[in-house]
């Protein structure tokens, strides 16, 4: 997941995820990145935190990291919040840029469409209840798309 500055939405995204994949019982690796690496090693947005626990999701112990290149590699689907970070992330990788594995998050709710997660952070409460709800949908595909993929993988072993 990876936003601006891993402060706002990337750590939701982060958190929500992790909560539908252990509920779901799947065993995935999931992680959060900024682009603009001002942050490092900073928690999320108190507002995130807020709405988080909100829901039952403590993300208080993340701390915001840098996309690095190396990250194409390492995750096997990278999700982005809006056009710059979509930039970005092509920018940072480039010549390991892998267009395949690089996707707006809305995309799996709204197919093609390149919808943005938009950036709360000068935002209030109702901001970051809009940008948590946005999300929570989001993974909520990816959960049952990609779990029934892992399922059907097993079955064929």
Known sequence: MVCLGNVC???????????????????WYIDSAGTNGYQPGCPPHQSSQNIAKNYGIDIG?????????????EFDKIYVMDDENYNDVRKICSHTWSEEKVEFLLNEVY??????????WFGGEDDFTEVYELIDKA???IVKKYALA???KTEAL
């Not at 112990?61 to 590699?73: A, G, L, S, V």
């Not at 197919?111 to 709360?120: A, F, L, T, Y």
């Open 111 to 120: 197919p093609g469409e390149n919808r943005i997660v938009p950036d709360p």
């Open 61 to 73: 112990k993340h701390q915001c990291r840098h996309f690095t290149k190396e990250d194409i590699d």
């Open 9 to 27: 939405r990337s750590p939701l995204a982060e958190g929500i995820l992790k909560d539908k994949v252990k509920k779901a019982g799947l065993k």
């Open 150 to 152: 892992d399922a059907a």
């Open 139 to 141: 993974c909520e595909v």
